[in-house]
């Protein structure tokens, strides 16, 4: 059992094309280049790492591998130091395969309609308005911390009908999970866990008081044999809603303003023209997509003419797919409004993100929201951005001057 315990050290990468690493501190920083490398050598590159991974390059290899459940599969959905035993329901419907996967991913579909985001959002720019208030006075404002961070924490707090009070106890289990854990089994373990008797508490509540949220919901919902849901399943879904709601959105809001800060053009562009914040937010998304997912090879077979052999994980990154330029014209440019823009920032294939409706209303109000209140704001030159490692990539650090420079 010692691969649970011990955290596993990875040496720094010295050839990218051979031996990438994407929780290298150098990809965290930067992977534009790094992509770009891996690219030019080939549309599927292989490391020995993380017990053997493979990573598509081109937006054509990524899209093969997303639309293939038979050659791979998404039991397991992050490309970690150890493969442990799946567990059963881990996350439906991320972690499933068809033909369990389609009835999952159906019954969230309905509290993720773009009419739901609309009765949503009133809540949503009150949310932003708060957090505003909370620091407009300072001149000055980690936007990460204390802005990008807590909006989708708080607004998927008050779908699940759980106090958004708690968002600090959310963020520790995602951080967990979500950058620990690939390299540290045990943290991965106890948040996993933590999650679930935060969950089994709440649903044991609502036994003898129902509520009107998504908790609610699930625990309402039969499977396609007209069953209730196994707790298990409700459980996973509810650890996905939390996990997969909270960081992405963070992640491309913190992304979008940290491309405003630096590009002042754009952002005078989007005050004058609010209209095109819709059309922007797109862009901001291909160009900064924060999501790489992961699938396992579970039978041999070629993607773009390359091998992939069985046993190995796949690095499925569609934020590298998202600056191929085969697929976008001037793909390492931010063209806030890019018209043909079919980017992969919410996956390709049955796994497109379930959440793409609320993530886009959450950014577009982000922005609205701050543009209105903050139109001028720059980086601190005194401070240091820092970025997330591993499968979410986002601004952790986002420290910002607000107002007219002197």
Not at 81 to 101: G, K, L, Q
Request: with cysteine; glycine share 4%; hydrophobic share 40%.
């Amino acid at each position: 059992m010692s691969d649970v315990s011990q955290p596993v050290a990875h040496p720094p990468v010295t050839d990218w094309i051979n031996d990438f690493d994407h929780t290298d501190p150098q990809w965290t920083n930067d992977p534009f280049p790094i992509w770009e490398e891996l690219r030019a050598a080939s549309p599927v590159v292989h490391t020995e790492r993380f017990l053997g991974c493979y990573m598509p390059t081109t937006y054509e290899a990524v899209r093969e591998i997303a639309n293939d459940t038979e050659h791979f599969s998404s039991r397991r959905i992050i490309v970690r130091d150890v493969r442990p035993e799946v567990a059963r329901n881990a996350a439906p419907p991320i972690t499933s395969d068809p033909p369990v996967h389609k009835p999952a991913k159906q019954l969230l579909l309905p509290p993720f309609t773009p009419d739901a985001m609309k009765k949503l959002e009133p809540r949503m720019r009150a949310i932003c308005n708060e957090l505003i208030d909370g620091f407009i006075a300072d001149g000055k404002v980690d936007a990460a911390a204390r802005y990008a961070k807590y909006i989708p924490v708080r607004a998927i707090a008050h779908m699940l009908g759980i106090p958004e009070s708690d968002s600090d106890l959310f963020i520790n289990w995602i951080h967990m999970i979500l950058e620990v854990g690939i390299k540290d089994e045990t943290k991965l373990l106890e948040a996993v866990h933590e999650m679930s008797d935060y969950f089994r508490a709440h649903i044991e509540e609502r036994r003898s008081k129902p509520t009107n949220d998504l908790i609610s919901y699930l625990m309402n919902a039969k499977d396609k044999e007209g069953q209730p849901l196994e707790e298990s399943h409700v459980l996973g879904s509810l650890r996905l809603l939390l996990i997969a709601g909270i960081d992405t959105t963070w992640s491309a809001i913190g992304s979008s303003l940290w491309h405003l800060a630096r590009t002042p053009a754009d952002r005078e562009r989007l005050i004058a023209e609010p209209e095109l914040i819709p059309t922007a937010v797109e862009e901001l998304l291909r160009a900064y997509s924060p999501v790489t997912m992961a699938r396992e090879v579970v039978k041999e077979t070629t993607v773009s003419g390359c091998p992939v052999k069985a046993g190995n994980m796949v690095l499925l990154s569609f934020p590298a797919a998202n600056r191929d330029p085969k697929m976008f014209p001037d793909a390492d440019k931010v063209v806030i409004d890019r018209r043909e823009n079919r980017h992969a920032a919410f996956g390709l294939g049955i796994h497109r993100c379930v959440g793409s409706n609320l993530a886009r209303m959450e950014m577009q109000v982000a922005l609205e929201e701050w543009l209105k209140r903050i139109p001028d704001f720059r980086l601190d030159p005194g401070g240091t951005v820092t970025w997330s490692q591993g499968t979410v990539r986002g601004p952790r650090q986002l420290p910002f001057l607000l107002g007219k420079a002197m």
